[in-house]
């Protein structure tokens, strides 16, 4: 992609407006929150002392409506402290311009690093940057520097305590996060009525492990309906698949396959009514003709094979589904799955940023140019005659993400929403003139619209966060003269010193997608081994280890989905890895784990026959995906001699499992269409052939 159209894709990506659920209730209590803390400041310290705390109040609700299942009490305390932290650091340096920028440079950097812990993190980190750059010109005095710090903290407190005070959906993340897990697998067996190899998504499922996690504290309270719906979802879903595919289900038509449609066409219905339970607390209630469909007799005479203990085990789990989705009042049921404390995560995040420290880490290229954008952008702002000069990197550290999509969408976004919003404020300014109570409520109003819409787009953000600051400087009487063009132009000065910074210094993904393909092949091999050997000795063998070799699979596929989402934009050209081959390989891929999860559905029980052929089939594909994983990092098409010869030696016996033996045929198919996707001489080849005969048609 030429850099025109790169700038042309990410503007429009920048600038777009996402239809969202809003939380209005939770913007309200922000937004009453926000106004506690002014009010109260403003009334008993004074306008230095409000605009201060307003930041802690506004940057601290922020940080509670980031995507993270932590609590919101602990999210806008740690918001509010570090914010308070640096802001009483800075005003030590402020004076002494040398030592400022090396205290910026040193805290921006570690804000870069952070966002190897996860985009929560470094919003909060980057964010206390770019708050930093206004706070510290506010105080007068080591005391008054002091006093300032801790108002801010109080704005965090006091967003903490409203969360714990005035609780609105109480687990509500947690439940959409299990609805919208339910939800797909019931649009996904919809699907496979028409389409016996319909892609799934696993997204929705690992959204809803991560929310499944909790604390102790929060295990003794959690609905019991949060609790035991997640896994089932995750077993149905191989079972939806296995009844609805061909090679281990039924044929593709007559009274079998008209059955199967019925059965998936009920489990949607079903698990349609449980995600709406889940979302809503309120009990399920199943369709009358779901119903029958799941309970009728004729299923078990008119499917046979794997297919027919498909059917019953799809029953079975959709009954307990239903039963655990519905609100009850009693204890959770098991063990849950425990989120480590904040405290006990500090040497593992210690450990994540010391890893990205190597010049060839995306996280610490982005450290490097955040830094070089915000010190470079403080001391040309502070050179120019315009005053506020630190707006220039404000905009820049706000805008700026480790990968080239966001910085460059997002640079756009804020100069675009910034002209909007402080045009907006300006007119108001110029028109009411008002005070200093009035500007605070308008401030307050502005940032229950950036609360409100923050996730339906950037550039909506910005509006409302522009008119937010200039409504609360307006507040100490300063004349939108003195602020507004300022504010336009180093913004302006900002984003593209971002823009600049990575274009100079980028990281892109498009190099590292073999390196992103490779892991992928080597998970899924993993995966598909395990299942293949539980057949060859059922009863040494647990779930436990399909589990494990399964989450590690859904990790790197979406890695590899994320990093071609992000290199398709990036206007680089390919090196070793075509767009088309990059979308051959994932297809592979995607059959290979998708055959092996249709094999994970009639996993054998401990005490079933043993098929012993299959124990040199997952050898040869752990030892062949390793291989081939390698030779994908080195540009190579890989080869499956192994994974052959172990079939070829079937033919030659009897393996009894058909499951197991169309499975094996399938997998060797799915890993010939990677070899074929990674061959680029033979896609080029194909491609001049195609073009040759059309060119005979034309003619």
Not at 461 to 486: D, K, N, R
């Amino acid at each position: 992609m030429s850099w025109l159209r790169a700038l042309k894709a990410t503007a429009r990506s920048g600038l777009t407006v996402e239809r969202r659920r809003l939380e209005p209730l939770a913007a309200l209590r922000a937004a009453v929150g926000l106004a506690l803390v002014v009010g109260a400041s403003l009334a008993l310290f004074g306008v230095g002392v409000a605009v201060s705390s307003a930041f802690g109040a506004f940057q601290a609700a922020i940080a509670t409506f980031q995507r993270s299942w932590r609590p919101r009490p602990t999210l806008a305390l740690a918001s509010g402290t570090s914010l308070a932290v640096s802001t009483f650091l800075g005003y030590l340096t402020g004076a002494h311009v040398a030592l400022f920028l090396a205290l910026l440079a040193l805290w921006t950097f570690l804000a870069g690093l952070a966002w190897a812990t996860g985009p929560t993190t470094g919003i909060i980190a980057s964010s206390n940057v770019a708050i930093m750059l206004v706070t510290v010109t506010l105080p007068t005095s080591v005391a008054d520097a002091a006093g300032h710090a801790a108002m801010i903290a109080v704005g965090g407190l006091v967003q903490a305590a409203l969360i714990v005070l005035v609780p609105i959906r109480r687990w509500g993340a947690q439940r959409d996060a299990l609805a919208d897990a339910l939800a797909a697998e019931a649009d996904y067996a919809r699907r496979l009525r028409h389409d016996p190899y319909a892609p799934f998504d696993p997204v929705p499922l690992m959204t809803a492990r991560s929310a499944a996690a909790v604390s102790p504290r929060q295990a003794r309270r959690r609905p019991a309906e949060l609790h035991g719906a997640r896994g089932l979802a995750e077993r149905i879903r191989p079972v939806l698949a296995s009844l609805a595919d061909p090679a281990v289900g039924v044929p593709d038509g007559g009274p079998q396959r008209d059955r199967v449609r019925e059965l998936l066409a009920a489990a949607g219905a079903v698990l349609d009514t449980a995600a709406h339970a889940v979302r809503h607390g309120r009990p399920a209630t199943i369709p009358p003709a779901a119903l029958a469909v799941l309970r009728t007799p004729d299923t078990g005479t008119v499917l046979t094979g794997p297919a027919r203990r498909a059917a019953a085990r799809l029953a079975a789990l959709l009954e307990d589904v239903v039963e655990t989705a519905t609100p009850t009042d009693r204890a959770g049921v098991g063990e849950p799955r425990e989120r480590p404390s904040l405290l006990s995560l500090l040497p593992v995040a210690a450990r994540t940023v010391r890893g990205e420290l190597r010049p060839a880490s995306p996280v610490f290229r982005h450290a490097v140019r955040v830094t070089a954008v915000v010190t470079g952008g403080y001391a040309i702002g502070a050179a120019l005659p315009l005053g506020h000069g630190y707006w220039a990197p404000m905009a820049a550290v706000m805008a700026m993400r480790p990968d080239f999509t966001q910085t460059y969408s997002r640079s756009v976004a804020r100069f675009c929403g910034t002209l909007l919003g402080v045009a907006l404020a300006t007119g108001v300014v110029q028109a009411a003139h008002p005070g200093r109570y009035t500007s605070a409520a308008l401030a307050v109003a502005c940032a229950f619209g950036m609360y409100l819409l923050m996730r339906t787009g950037y550039a909506v953000a910005q509006v409302c966060v522009s008119a937010y600051v200039v409504f609360l400087l307006g507040m100490g009487g300063a004349e939108w003269t003195q602020t507004v063009p300022e504010r336009v132009v180093l913004t302006l000065l900002g984003g593209v010193l971002a823009m600049v910074a990575y274009a100079v210094y980028p990281a892109w993904e498009t190099p590292r997608l073999r390196t992103r393909l490779a892991d992928w092949l080597a998970a899924d091999g993993r995966y598909a081994a395990c299942v293949v050997a539980h057949y060859a000795d059922p009863a040494a063998r647990g779930p436990e280890a399909v589990r494990r070799t399964l989450l590690a699979t859904r990790d790197a596929r979406v890695a590899w989905q994320e990093a071609v989402e992000r290199a398709a934009h990036e206007p680089v050209r390919h090196r070793g890895l075509s767009r088309a081959a990059a979308a051959g390989a994932g297809d592979a891929l995607a059959q290979l784990g998708r055959v092996a999860m249709l094999m994970e559905a009639h996993l054998p029980d401990r005490d079933a026959a043993p098929v012993p052929a299959a124990a040199a089939l997952a050898e040869a594909l752990r030892l062949a995906t390793e291989q081939g994983a390698r030779a994908v990092r080195e540009r190579r098409v890989p080869a499956w001699d192994g994974v052959r010869e172990a079939l070829a030696r079937w033919d030659a016996g009897t393996v009894p499992d058909p499951v197991v033996r169309n499975g094996g045929r399938l997998l060797l198919e799915a890993l010939d269409a990677l070899s074929e996707a990674l061959d680029e001489r033979r896609v080029e080849e194909g491609r001049v052939e195609e073009r040759r005969v059309e060119g005979r048609r034309g003619g």
